[in-house]
């Protein structure tokens, strides 16, 4: 069997955390390498090899990668949606820069695998709301979106074009309770069970009825992993798959939260991230990704919630 040797980029993040102490176990620690332009993240202190960098420092990028001796990158450093309308050039500049140095040095170092994400910000005020499938109509109004959808051909053209092997999967809104969330619009759905178990109640910055496409943290490590280990021949999107596994807005988790704390209240205050939430599909069609690497989810509404309460306890 080949030795793989995994960089992970944005390993302090909220998926890069989870994603960096998951590979770990299957790759063992020593194989693993953790970076981040930011502080290595507590959780992964004494678990493995960590090294401060920043994926726009090309030459950097390139040594490490030479002298760790790495064979598969997983680029996770972005600028969330929430964010990047704060700032859009730095977030066009960081989200396509970064992509294309990774796949640059995969090119030419020949690693055996890329792993970046997309997102379901990719879709617009025109692609289907409800069940949107993988191919659609793609007209995406953030910057966020309109990097992830540059990034998705990008990654497309590297593979057809230069035989680099990058697979990816738009990820819907991800709830944690691990790492904290690092600016999407999606957020409220992670601070709503910090505020209902602290203060028992919520100002939520998103329309009670707001429907969005979201999943819990280990269905997304799981697909991520499954994904990167399916055989090449499985792998038939070279863009980016929709991935799914539950939907529900604002009104619906208080009420799953209630379950478990009576008292919890929450009320309604949108602002510039209501916009956003508009633009995007409702639910998503992932039935090519079920078809060709059997992706499953594990969690609905009601097991996520009584996972989170229960942890956050
Ligand atoms: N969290 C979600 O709900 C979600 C949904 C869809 C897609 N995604 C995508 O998944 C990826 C990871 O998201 P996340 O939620 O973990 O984001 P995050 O903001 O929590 O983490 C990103 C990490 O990248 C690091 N970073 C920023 N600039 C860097 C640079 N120049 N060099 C190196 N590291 C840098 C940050 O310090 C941070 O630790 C992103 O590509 C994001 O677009 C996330």
């Given amino acids: 069997m080949v030795k793989e040797k995994i960089l992970v980029?944005?390993?302090?993040?909220?998926?890069?955390?989870?994603l960096t102490l998951a590979l770990r176990k299957i790759y063992g620690e020593a194989n693993v390498l953790a970076s981040d332009l930011r502080e290595q993240n507590d959780l992964l202190r004494g678990t493995g090899p960590y090294v401060s960098m920043d994926v726009m420092n090309k030459e950097m990028l390139h040594v490490q990668v030479i002298r760790q001796g790495i064979t598969q990158i997983y680029h996770l450093a972005a600028i969330l949606s929430a964010t990047g309308e704060k700032n859009p050039h730095l977030a066009w500049n960081l989200n396509m820069q970064g992509l294309l140095n990774v796949l640059d040095i995969a090119r030419e170092e020949k690693l055996h695998k890329i792993y970046w994400p997309s997102s379901i910000a990719v879709f617009g005020p025109t692609s289907p709301k409800k069940n949107c499938p993988q191919q659609t109509i793609i007209e995406p109004t953030t910057v966020y979106g309109i990097s992830k959808y540059a990034g998705e051909f990008w990654c497309n053209y590297f593979h057809q074009r230069f035989g680099v092997d990058v697979r990816s999967i738009r990820y819907p809104g991800l709830i944690s309770y691990k790492s904290a969330p690092g600016g999407g619009t999606t957020d409220y759905a992670i601070e709503i069970f910090h505020e209902a178990m602290q203060e028992k109640k919520y100002e939520c910055f998103l329309h009670q009825d707001t429907f969005l496409p979201m999943m819990y943290m280990p269905d997304a490590i799981r697909a991520t992993i499954e994904l990167m280990e399916a055989p090449e021949e499985k792998i038939s999107i070279r863009t980016s798959y929709n991935v799914s596994s539950m939907?529900?807005?604002?009104?619906?988790?208080?009420?799953?939260?209630?379950?478990?704390?009576?008292?919890?209240?929450?009320?309604?205050?949108?602002?510039?991230?209501?916009?956003?939430?508009?633009?995007?599909?409702?639910?998503i069609d992932d039935s090519v990704a079920r078809k060709d690497w059997g992706w499953k989810e594990e969690y609905d509404l009601a097991g996520m919630t009584k996972d989170m309460l229960s942890n956050l306890k």
């Fill in 247 to 283: 939907s529900f807005s604002p009104g619906e988790i208080s009420k799953e939260i209630k379950k478990y704390i009576p008292d919890f209240t929450i009320t309604y205050k949108p602002d510039y991230r209501q916009a956003i939430a508009d633009s995007w599909p409702q639910s």
């Fill in 9 to 18: 980029i944005g390993a302090s993040g909220q998926i890069g955390v989870e």
